[in-house]
């Protein structure tokens, strides 16, 4: 293209040369010539551009991240003159295209098009644009190129993979279905607990609370603890789709993948998330998880939904204390998260914290949130092998 641009513009200079000590009509028709190509060749290109059309579709209407499905893009020409000089590009980092190579040149011939089966891969679930992001004109000299975004870009919601596990090696060293309950060692078989809003007098344990120094309540037959809650942060951190997109499919995979191994080991679990208002799933058979994984898949990350927020509603949920196992599967905890970890502690609930970030630093910083486990996960790491 620059070599073309030098010639015309030598040419030209020529003409100009020409006219100034020639003159006469062959100078004259020389100097319109290289003057009229470059201006058709900027209006063919121009014309191109507004009439080019470029169609996506997919034959299937759910994506699952990381997984391989067909997509097919469509290049025409509607109009009676041939179209030269045509490449596209596609978005990436996010998703990637098979089966096509974005340097290949098209030309179209008038009322033709050109139609490729190609492979769609989307890294991450959420919902952001896919396939061909602009496309690249040239008109037949060489002398100009227009890049142009794609006026009807392909938008998918991709919906999070569902990874279960073999096993879990984070929770290996304790039986994830034991019942951790407070045993009162003065009085053989009665179990308390701490006394929380709403607990009736008559409950309460007095020689415990004396012995402990706090108000203990006994627990009703049928109230020792157990199940596993799982409590996933859905704050947005960054405005970023680079930053946040990874961090909320790691977030969403780990909370299926947990969900899951549960399910399939006959634990019941609770699931506790925002969303537009504070959100639990029981999940105890196959049809509970269904509908918990497609309001998850669903589900949009949002800033103001903080781990503090999130907190306040947990602790004010007393069937939260009947659990045995409390999972925190949190991105940037703070204080409130702290606080609610030491409450669920005292309470005699087992707490495993999962923090997913790719800052190590911060990760080393962390070691001492308290709790009884914390395991740090990757956003890009094999997740079978971390948990």
Known sequence: ??????????????????ISFFGGPLSYGFFAAVTLVPLISLLYTLIVLFRFKIYQDMN???????TVSDFYI?????DFFPYSGVRIRFFSPFSSIGGIEEDTEYELLPHSGIRKKTSLVCRYRGEYEVGVKSIILEDYLRIFRITFTNREPFRLNVLPRIIRPD????????????VESRTDL?????????????????????KASAASGKLLVRNLTGEEKQGIGILMDSGRYSDDPSVYLPLENRLSEVTIALSSYFLDHNTPVRVFFLSSGYAEYSIREPGDFRQFYSDLSALSFRPENTPEKLMAHLLSDRNVYSLSRMILILHDPDEAAAR??????????????????????????????????LFVIPTEADLKEVL
């Not at 513009?9 to 020409?18: E, Q, T």
């Open 167 to 178: 096993s879990l090696k984070t929770l290996g060293q304790t039986d994830i279905s034991s």
């Open 1 to 18: 293209m620059t070599a073309n641009r030098i010639i015309l513009i030598a040419l030209w200079i020529l003409s100009l040369v020409s």
């Open 340 to 373: 609610a970890v030491d409450q669920f502690i005292r309470n005699r609930i087992h707490v495993t914290v999962y923090l997913v970030t790719d800052d190590t630093q911060r990760a080393g910083a962390e070691k001492t949130f308290p709790g009884d486990e």
């Open 60 to 66: 299937r209407v759910n994506v699952v991240a990381g």
């Open 186 to 206: 003065r009085e053989t078989d009665v179990t308390v607990r701490d006394h929380q809003n709403g607990d009736g007098i008559r409950r309460i344990h007095w």
């Open 74 to 78: 469509t290049l025409q020409n509607e």
